[in-house]
């Protein structure tokens, strides 16, 4: 059994449902499940985890929210995160997407493992929800 935690800012309601699809996966291994919106979270959630989470819709020009989201993640430039697993969810509505891509880069230049993602246009499809049980599943193996 694996700890995970699930961090996520999210306002309309659409990164909340993906956090909780992610948990249900990790659920199915027998996971030990940490779920927080970033302004509960704490560094501890994310160094005392075998697995992370983090999610977040696109905003501000093809970024990670940047009042809350933004200034947690960067807590982790420095830090020692020795290719710790994660994933990272969000979505978009206004533009591409693009986000993610930088995010993903962004993560791995922090030295994070990361296994997988997956960004929806606004409310996520039953078939995206699978996948987000799916990675939650494959995260905490």
Known sequence: MGKL????????????VLAN???????????????KHVCDATIEDVTEADAVAFGSP???NNRIEQH???????????LPNKQKK??????YGWDDGKFM???IQRMKDYDFNVLGSITVK?????EELIKARKLGEELIK
């Open 5 to 16: 935690s699930i961090i996520y800012w999210s306002n309309g309601g659409n990164v909340e």
């Open 21 to 35: 699809s992610i948990a249900e996966g990790a659920k199915n291994q027998n996971a030990e499940i940490n779920i």
């Open 58 to 60: 696109s905003m501000d």
């Open 68 to 78: 809350e989201m933004e200034p947690f993640i960067n807590q982790f430039k420095l």
């Open 86 to 91: 994660i994933i990272l969810f969000g979505s």
């Open 101 to 103: 891509v930088d995010w």
């Open 122 to 126: 606004e409310s996520p499809s039953e």
